[in-house]
């Protein structure tokens, strides 16, 4: 099999947009089913989304609303709530005293691995229905995706 490498700046082809579509339409369904049925997480699919953005590093709160679709005062009744469970807290910017920023906490870092592992089990359940040839093949494609997104990453941290 040949693999042929094309400019990632150059316009998709349509094959290329119908996987992109189908990735995406794929990636919440297999979220959604996941949740459904059996042992309930504790933690809903919001609340974990603000917390997943804040893994790496504190934000300001108008960036973490942006990045989880949520209006301000939407996100700010979200951090009030994991605040109060000791999973995020508030923090004065230290170069600007007006921007607030929230923290993942480390009783929030755990609550966030422990949901991750509860969705990981309900996904590998889903992928259990497929043939191990067809789980090799989209192992092999998500490692694949993987490795493009984090040179896509790593070039655009280069441009800067």
Not at 41 to 66: F, K, P
């Amino acid at each position: 099999m040949t693999t042929t490498l094309r400019d990632p700046s150059s316009p998709p082809r349509s094959d290329e947009l119908e996987l992109a579509g189908l990735l995406l339409t794929t990636v919440p369904r297999l979220l959604k089913t996941s949740m459904l049925g059996g042992e309930q997480s504790t933690m809903s699919v919001n609340r974990a989304g603000v917390m997943w953005q804040l893994r790496e590093h504190a934000m300001r709160s108008g960036d973490l609303a942006q990045r989880c679709a949520m209006t301000a005062p939407a996100l700010t009744e979200q951090v009030d709530s994991l605040t109060r469970d000791g999973f995020v807290r508030r923090l004065e910017d230290p170069h600007d005293r007006r921007v607030v920023l929230v923290e993942l906490t480390g009783r929030g870092r755990k609550e966030l691995d422990r949901y991750r592992d509860h969705m990981k089990l309900r996904v590998a359940r889903v992928l259990a229905s497929l043939p191990a040839e067809k789980r090799a093949r989209l192992r092999a494609a998500l490692s694949d995706v993987q490795d493009a997104l984090e040179a896509m990453t790593k070039e655009q941290t280069n441009v800067r």
